[in-house]
DNA sequence: GAGATATGTCAATAACACTGACTTATCCGT
DNA sequence: ACGGATAAGTCAGTGTTATTGACATATCTC
């Protein structure tokens, strides 16, 4: 019942034909409802340990700018608000929601704390006065900056650290194989509109 | 004063001699302190899509089990608890707290609710009897195995997925190359905590 | 002008985390 | 066997981040 296409040298991940989940009941749906080849880890400890090094990777990495906004006494919730408002100047309300997944009450407190104290000005849309274009201020830019810092670092630092990777091994590689892995992390509708998102950007190289 | 040591086809990690961050101002100490390589983007922007990929993939990572946890009326630290003891039977309460990072109390409450509703239970430690080892039950095992499934074909299909990625290439690779990554991500001191821990997994492949 | 949309706001609640202080049981070294 | 250290459990209070539901305002679009 479940073809193994796995590829010859090592357990990794097979794919399998099996039936997609619908949550339909509709005939004319389910009819078109062929089998579609369903990746599957032949050892679960391969999924598992994925799963677990995903999670210590994020408690890391979120660590660093923790101990920074405490002293400005902040949240990871402002964090995550000021870097993508200066990431992405005039983003609205509604991407920020879209982008988060929170409820506009929730974005509106720490919101509101990052505008009282100076770090993000708004201003009226342009085209659609009902928006609020958000964008950084001098301040909020070097403090999204100095945030930002501790990030990059141990990004960079597991790009160029890679146990296994030898010194002729491109560094290209392993941010090329990073970025594919983490967006195809990504929910597969989600994924342009991260794409169209990340093309947005107006920092200089 | 930035050395590059780029590698030829494009822009991705380069390393500059870069004074290491010292906490001290003991003389011996700092003496020691030689410039070491600290790897850097020479392109931010780089970075950046890297450290957003990285929380666009782990918002949709946790969304998974999220939805599942609803149901049962838990929250993502009831079932962070049940993967660790279902992969890790017999875990104490001091290590627990050193994978989650938090601290006792906030253990103390979610443990209590898997144990109240049956999906954990404690056994009194042979060597020390200060211990509490924490095992699954056998709803806790199945509980543990429902939530693992979702996240488990997330990551399975992403290692699958990539964008770029040709049906020849190797999914072994996608995997060694995304561990690699993500260890890399884990502050370096708590590595080789992690691979201790990682290596005493007991599920059957 | 009507309905949809973008945002803001009120009140109540829950999940998840924290600090600080204290207790109990057990282990280990002297 | 005593004393200090360690493992765990617990009490009370607090803070951050999130939720739901209801409603208000301004603006756009047709």
């Known amino acids: 019942m479940s073809i193994t296409l796995t590829y010859p040298c090592r357990s990794s991940v097979e794919v399998a034909t099996v039936l997609p989940y619908r949550a ?6 389910l009819a078109e409802t062929a089998p579609i080849m369903e990746p599957r880890f032949p050892d679960r400890n391969d999924g598992d340990d994925l799963i677990e090094l995903l999670f210590f990777a994020y408690r890391d990495f979120v660590a660093d700018p ?7 006494g902040f949240g990871r919730a402002h964090h995550r608000v000021l870097h993508f408002v200066d990431r992405y100047p005039g983003l609205t309300i509604a991407e920020l929601l879209d982008i988060l997944r929170i409820t506009k009450q ?10 009282e104290q100076g770090y993000i000005a708004q201003r009226t849309g342009t085209n659609d006065r009902r928006q609020r274009l958000l964008f950084c201020t001098e301040a909020g830019i070097r403090f999204a900056e100095e945030l930002s810092r501790v990030q990059m670092r141990r990004v960079a630092r597991a790009l160029v650290d890679q146990p296994g990777r030898g010194a002729t091994d491109d560094p290209g590689e392993a941010l090329a194989s990073a970025q ?9 509708e989600e994924r342009a509109t991260v794409r169209r998102l990340m093309a ?6």
Do not use: Q
């Not at 594919?180 to 597969?188: K, S, T, W, Y």
């Not at 947005?200 to 190289?205: E, F, N, V, Y």
């Open 24 to 29: 339909t009941t509709d005939p004319a749906e």
């Open 106 to 115: 929730s974005l509106n407190r720490v919101l509101k704390d990052l505008i």
């Open 200 to 205: 947005r950007r107006t920092k200089a190289a």
């Open 66 to 72: 923790d101990r920074i906004l405490a002293e400005y």
């Open 180 to 188: 594919g892995f983490l967006l195809a992390m990504i929910e597969p």
